[in-house]
């Protein structure tokens, strides 16, 4: 049973720092890529960063390029996303992704995120 397991959310003063991290179990983890979205209330669901499986390539949106940083641990199964200088913006539900083509494509449960002026 796959399972992503995310964690490290919480409520923070803009411009401060949190770090997300994701477990994952029941995946062959390095062969997945790995992303993080997020989705804030009446908006959609938009990617934040991705990571290819080996670390090597990575993907920002541009609202968070130079604040946020995604990195993975294989031996770990973890990923992670740091997150500095935080908006009120940012403010979402934080999911984590792990994505291998359309038949395996999984989802964690989310963690909260708010950022306050």
């Known amino acids: 049973q796959v399972q992503l397991v995310e964690s490290g959310g919480g409520l923070v003063q803009a411009g401060g720092s949190l770090r997300l991290s994701c477990a994952a179990s029941g995946v062959a983890f390095s062969t997945y890529t790995m992303g993080w979205f997020r989705q804030a209330p009446g908006k959609q669901r938009e990617v934040v960063a991705s990571?290819?499986?080996?670390?090597?390539?990575?993907f920002y949106a541009d609202s968070v390029k130079d604040r946020f940083k995604i990195s993975r641990e294989n031996a770990k199964n973890t990923v992670w996303l740091q997150m500095n200088s935080l908006k009120p913006e940012d403010t979402a539900v934080y999911y984590c992704?792990?994505?291998?083509?359309?038949?395996?494509?999984?989802w964690g449960q989310g963690t909260q995120v708010t950022v306050s002026a």
């Open positions: 990571i290819s499986w080996g670390g090597a390539n990575t």
């Open positions: 992704n792990a994505y291998a083509g359309a038949t395996y494509d999984y």
